[in-house]
């Protein structure tokens, strides 16, 4: 907005002005005396200056113009970046929970119960706790991921993530 105003101020400058004055005065012994003046100065020898000033002045204002195209370019890149995090983190904690913990738990299970009747042996059964101690730990770190990315956009969004619980 500076840069446009300043546009507008330079190829202001460059027109014409209109004068007016109005003088009164005291003459001694003579009445007094009104005079009123109408003028009109001509930029002649300010033109080049005037003009290359204005021509900068319109530079910088679409220098300006292209800045805040490029700042809302960017301000839209990340936000559509921050909803396509929200949105894998999401499908994964899906498909984390709805599919691989349960065969996860199941493994476990199954590698208890071989242990304890003598079907296989301890490692057997660490191998499957193990497995699904992970599989808590990636389900649990997609949650987070989906919880980061939602705060994010609620903040991007001028809102407060702690006063509504729309996850």
Do not use: C, F, N
Not at 34 to 48: F, K
Request: proline content about 4%; cysteine-free; aromatic content about 4%.
């Amino acid at each position: 907005t500076a840069a446009l105003r300043r546009a507008e101020a330079a190829q202001h400058e460059s027109a014409p002005d209109i004068v007016l004055g109005a003088e009164y005065g005291w003459r001694d012994a003579l009445p007094p005396m009104v005079t009123a003046r109408v003028g009109v100065e001509l930029p002649l020898w300010q033109g080049r200056k005037q003009d290359a000033l204005a021509r900068a002045a319109q530079r910088e204002h679409a220098m300006a113009a292209a800045d805040q195209r490029d700042a809302l370019a960017m301000a839209g890149a990340e936000l559509a970046a921050w909803q396509a995090r929200h949105e894998a983190a999401t499908r994964q904690v899906v498909r984390l929970r709805d599919d691989i913990l349960p065969q996860a738990t199941l493994a476990a299970e199954s590698a208890r119960a071989d242990y304890v009747t003598g079907a296989t042996d301890t490692a057997e059964l660490i191998m499957a706790l193990r497995q699904l101690a992970e599989t808590r730990a990636m389900l649990a770190a997609r949650e987070a991921d989906r919880y980061t990315a939602w705060a994010t956009l609620r903040a991007l969004a001028g809102r407060d993530p702690a006063l509504q619980e729309d996850r």
